[in-house]
C-alpha cells in the first residue's frame, strides 16, 4: 500500500461548481498536512496547511483532515479558470518546516469557463 | 515576498558526466531539501540539510549525490556520473525550521536532461 494515495484525475468542472480533492495516507505518524498547487512548468506553490484534524478555511479554500479515517480533503469554492493546476498534497510526521514531506502523486484539475 | 530561486532552469548533460544544480534559499531559512519529480511521478524527496551537514536521505540518494551550502547564500546539488534515468525536474526548497514555523517553500525546479 503506498504512503499517500491520490486521484491523479483529471478532473474538469465548470466555472462557479465547488471542487473537491483527497488523499488517503496509511502512516498514523502523519500529523502535519499541507497542500501545495502546481501550475505546468512550475514548483509546488503552498496553499494550506493545517496540524492534525480539524478544519481550516482560507478565503475559497477550506482544508479538512480525518485523522480518525486517514483522509484528508481540499474544498475550492467559486473556482475560477485561475484555478486550473494541479494540486498536490504532502504530509509530515513532526513539523510543518523541518521533515521531509511526502507526496501525492497530484490531481490534475481543470476549470472550464 | 521572498522566493527560493534555481538555476539554471533547464540543464542538458551527456550521460556520464557531472551536474551541478544551483539553489539559493530564503533568506532567513535554515532547513534546505531536494526532491526530484520524474515526468508524471510524485514529488520524491532526495535529502535534507541543516547546520552544515546532511539531516536526512532517501535511498534514492546514493553515492553518486552530494550536497553543499559553499557560502552563506547557495545549497548546491552534485550528481558525480549522470545517469539516463537521473532525467527528472529537481527542486529545492527551504524552511525557516522549528516548531510552528511554516511548511517548506519551493523553487521553480531545473529540469534535467540526460542524453
Not at chain 1, 70 to 78: C, G
Not at chain 2, 7 to 35: A, D, K
Amino acid at each position: 500500500q503506498k504512503e499517500v494515495e491520490q486521484d491523479p484525475g483529471p478532473l474538469s468542472v465548470p466555472e462557479g461548481a465547488i471542487v473537491s480533492l483527497n488523499c488517503t495516507y496509511s502512516n498514523s505518524a502523519f500529523q502535519y498536512f499541507m497542500w501545495y498547487r502546481q501550475y505546468s512548468r512550475k514548483g509546488p506553490e503552498l496553499l494550506m496547511y493545517t496540524y492534525s484534524s480539524g478544519n481550516k478555511e482560507d478565503g475559497r479554500f477550506t482544508a479538512q483532515v480525518d485523522k480518525s479515517s486517514k483522509y484528508i480533503s481540499l474544498f475550492i469554492r467559486d473556482s475560477q479558470p485561475s484555478d486550473s493546476a494541479t494540486y498536490l498534497c504532502a504530509m509530515s510526521g513532526r513539523s510543518f518546516g523541518n521533515e521531509k514531506l511526502t507526496f501525492g502523486t497530484g490531481t490534475r484539475l481543470t476549470i472550464i469557463p | 515576498e521572498p522566493e527560493v530561486t534555481q538555476t539554471p532552469s533547464h540543464q542538458v548533460t551527456q550521460m556520464g558526466q557531472e551536474v551541478i544544480l544551483r539553489c539559493v534559499p530564503i533568506s532567513n531559512h535554515l532547513y534546505f531539501y531536494w526532491y526530484r519529480q520524474i515526468l508524471g511521478q510524485k514529488v520524491e524527496f532526495l535529502v535534507s540539510f541543516y547546520n552544515n551537514e546532511i539531516s536526512e536521505k532517501s535511498e534514492i540518494f546514493d553515492d553518486q549525490f552530494s550536497v553543499e551550502r559553499p557560502d552563506g547564500s547557495n545549497f548546491t546539488l552534485k550528481i558525480r556520473s549522470t545517469k539516463l534515468e537521473d532525467s527528472a525536474m529537481y527542486f529545492c526548497a527551504s524552511s525557516e525550521g522549528g516548531q510552528g514555523s511554516q511548511p517548506q517553500h519551493f523553487g521553480d525546479g531545473t529540469r534535467l536532461s540526460i542524453l
